[in-house]
């Protein structure tokens, strides 16, 4: 991630207080984590510390400053895997120091590093006969990267032999690609052509719009078996077969790189029917993320291409300085092998049948989750991996192809927590009497994605779900609210993607805080419309009246009198205050995780906000800085109270 320099001097030097003690030159108290010289004084952020610390003062600093972090199991918002299991902790803890690119120094990992691209071409169905190829990644995004570039060098070489101009490359895929993709295509110099998606299309690639942006330029397609928008599978066979009847009528051949970074680790255990991987000859290579659902810590991934002749030779770099002859294709050389030695542990220790159970799971309580959140009747669920095929949100939200059954009610969450999930999983648990046959429902990641209704939006419209998802993370779920791609974007949803740590009684637990979350956001409507009908501009966020000239003494400075300095401590918040209430939920923001509600946070957010302004005035008052004769409250005139409710007169 790319990060600006901060100048420490100006930062620290503006913020510093006269007088400011600091502990740093007491040698005693250098050993305690508590009381060492970092307690009192400053803490080196942007400027490399001249001396030493103690061990044990270095890792309390780190360690309490990491407590400010999520709970990353109830991280609903990350697809990566958050537990292994102790032995599998004991096994990358000691690997930990070994580089997976000294190949001739670490031989046994490079054996367990074969190993796996075995079982990975094993699991994505490579051909009998045909030998697949591979290598661990960082992730997804470098194995995107290296897909992408083989599939550009094969295009390229066949233009070139067949006399064709190659200055023009382009790739396909859908709008709701992850950036990884887009990435790809602006440093590699290569057009993106993004196909629209839409709810017809389930947020996700539609195949015969694709195929409309097809020429003799096009390098291959990306598609996407897991949208990290919705979690729908995109159709990676369609579009297989509308690439060969393409190729059969013009002689353009369009090669597939599947972006299995979730679904690489879930289609093949619980839609092993499903066709996306190696089986299909359009499909040349495929990556995935060991640290998502292959169920590792970050960050591993993997890319395999379909035979060895997708892979052009030109790519593959050999080298000789590390005491023996080495072949590599990557953008990294020095890595942890670690990750993948916990790959290699989890396939071994869970096997076919353990990772079919854990992807299961995941599912079934992704379908719990989205009937739970239809129940409540205040949401739509535009997942469709609890619906039965042949249904989607598409179908349940156009008449012409709606089901009564399947209608989302809009009653608003009026009853007790308690009184709602009751409720709720009354309904539930009538649902998944027949819930064991996965094959019934639609394919698609373990992700629910949600929003409002038409009609619970109408009948609250100051409820926004960006502020349910800030009420969420006062109770510790981290629930992302953010706009579907373009052609859609005027559409926010929440998601939640259900890893393995979401269990059964965690999903209870939401729903109750979820609930909790609406009652606040409805109950709070009558504040909220009071404080947007309220005469004090501070609150409101009205234009201020204009502030008079001040009156200044012979040397420049503004003549102070105790009387005004008195006025303006009672009035100048109207300094630090004037911005709505909006804006200083933005300040409390951070900490709002560790308030009782949002009330709380406000509360605290002004008491702040209104200390730092008496100390403002202080400071202003000491070194003589004009600030003007406007006052507000007791210290307003008349005529300047009555040209403000006039203002206000028909606000409400």
């Not at 929440?494 to 740590?501: I, P």
């Amino acid at each position: 991630m790319l990060v600006a320099n901060v100048d420490p001097e100006e930062i620290v030097q503006s913020a510093r207080v006269q007088g400011h003690a600091s502990m740093r030159r007491d040698p005693e108290l250098h050993s305690l984590a508590y009381g060492s010289r970092y307690a009192v004084g400053d803490i080196p952020k942007f400027a490399f510390p001249e001396e030493s610390s103690p061990a044990s003062v270095a890792y309390q600093l780190v360690h309490d400053e990491m407590q400010f972090d999520g709970n990353p199991l109830m991280n609903c918002a990350s697809f990566v895997h958050t537990w292994m299991e102790p032995e599998a902790e004991k096994l990358i803890m000691e690997n930990i120091n070994k580089n997976l690119a000294d190949q001739d120094e670490y031989p046994a990992t490079q054996l367990v590093h074969a190993r796996c691209i075995s079982y990975l071409a094993n699991l994505w169905k490579t051909p009998k006969g045909v030998k697949a190829v591979g290598t661990a990644t960082t992730g997804s995004s470098e194995g995107i990267f290296l897909g992408g570039l083989a599939m550009k060098w094969r295009w390229r070489a066949r233009r070139q032999k067949e006399g064709k101009d190659a200055s023009k490359p382009n790739i396909v895929f859908g709008a709701n690609a992850q950036v990884a993709l887009e990435k790809f295509a602006r440093y590699s110099d290569v057009e993106a052509r993004l196909v629209p998606v839409s709810s017809r299309s389930h947020f996700a690639l539609d195949a015969d719009e694709a195929l409309k942006l097809i020429d003799g330029n096009t390098i291959g397609m990306f598609v996407i078996l897991g949208s990290t928008y919705t979690g729908h599978f995109e159709p990676v066979a369609r579009m297989a077969e509308l690439l060969d009847d393409l190729q059969a009528r013009t002689g353009i051949d369009v090669p597939i790189h599947v972006d299995a970074a979730s679904g690489g680790f879930i289609a093949p255990f619980v839609y092993p029917d499903l066709k996306w991987s190696f089986e299909l000859p359009r499909v040349v290579s495929i990556n995935a993320s060991g640290h998502k659902f292959g169920l590792v810590y970050p960050g591993v991934g993997w890319v395999l291409w379909r035979e060895e002749a997708n892979l052009p030779k030109e790519l593959i770099f050999e080298l000789h300085y590390l005491g023996g002859s080495e072949e590599t294709y990557t953008l990294n050389f020095s890595r942890p092998a670690c990750q993948v030695i916990g790959q290699y542990y989890n396939f071994i220790r869970l096997g076919r049948q353990g990772y079919t159970r854990i992807a299961g799971n995941g599912l079934a309580n992704a379908r719990l989750l989205s009937r739970s959140l239809e129940k409540i009747g205040v949401f739509e669920v535009l997942s469709d991996i609890h619906r039965p095929k042949g249904e989607s949100y598409y179908t349940v939200t156009h008449p012409d192809a709606n089901d009564d059954v399947h209608k989302v009610s809009a009653t608003p969450a009026t009853k007790s927590p308690d009184d709602l999930f009751q409720k709720v999983q009354a309904g539930v648990n009538q649902l998944l009497k027949d819930d064991e046959d996965i094959n019934r429902f639609n394919a698609g990641l373990p992700v629910v994605t949600f929003k409002f209704t038409p009609e619970f939006k109408a009948e609250y419209p100051l409820a926004h779900q960006s502020a349910l998802s800030l009420l969420l993370r006062v109770k510790g779920w981290i629930v992302p609210n953010y706009e579907l791609p373009p052609h859609c974007a005027d559409v926010q949803i929440l998601r939640v993607v259900v890893r393995e740590g979401l269990s059964e009684d965690m999903i209870d637990q939401f729903i109750r805080d979820l609930v909790w979350a609406l009652k606040m956001l409805t109950e709070a409507r009558e504040d909220v419309q009071a404080l947007l009908c309220s005469k004090d501009p501070v609150v409101s966020g009205a234009p201020m009246d204009p502030i008079p000239q001040a009156q200044l003494s012979h040397n420049g400075r503004e003549e102070v009198s105790p009387t005004t300095l008195a006025e303006r401590d009672q009035s100048g918040k109207h300094l630090f205050l004037t911005a709505k209430l909006d804006k200083m939920s933005d300040y409390a923001k951070d900490r709002l995780h560790a308030r009782k509600n949002w009330k709380e946070a406000f509360a605290w957010a002004r008491e702040n906000l209104t200390n730092a302004r008496d100390s403002a005035w202080k400071r202003a008052h000491r070194k003589g800085i004009p600030l003007g004769e406007h006052t507000l409250g007791g210290g307003k005139s008349p005529e300047s109270k009555a040209k403000g409710q006039a203002s206000y007169s028909g606000a409400c």
